[in-house]
């Protein structure tokens, strides 16, 4: 599992966005170097001389787990996280749907 930082998102995204292109290192400097390392570390990035660096496979890789990773349960029906206590939140059927009234209805 691809885990970002609030600082290696944008980074990323940043080469991801720029596609095949090359970041010169006059550019690179602009940018906070703590995930810049990080990303050179774990080789998403890579320096190729006389071009700048760029993005790689892996980092290509990274980018599209982070962006495409899907999020819907396989069973919606079954009970919510055990951390959720519908009682402590007035519900007694927490699996009943509950819907609001609208307000000024008659």
């Not at 290509?60 to 999020?71: H, V």
Request: charged content about 25%; glycine content about 6%; proline content about 9%.
């Amino acid at each position: 599992m691809t885990r970002l930082s609030n600082r290696q998102y944008p980074m990323l995204k940043e080469f991801a966005a720029n596609g095949a292109a090359y970041m010169p290192i006059g550019h690179a400097q602009k940018f906070d170097q703590r995930p810049f390392r990080s990303m050179l570390v774990r080789k998403w990035i890579a320096y190729h001389p006389g071009h700048g660096f760029h993005i790689t496979r892996e980092g290509r890789a990274a980018w599209e787990e982070f962006r495409t990773t899907p999020i819907l349960r396989l069973h919606p029906d079954r009970p919510l996280t055990r951390y959720f206590d519908p009682i402590a939140c007035g519900l007694t059927d927490p699996y009943k749907l509950h819907v609001m009234p609208r307000s000024g209805a008659a």
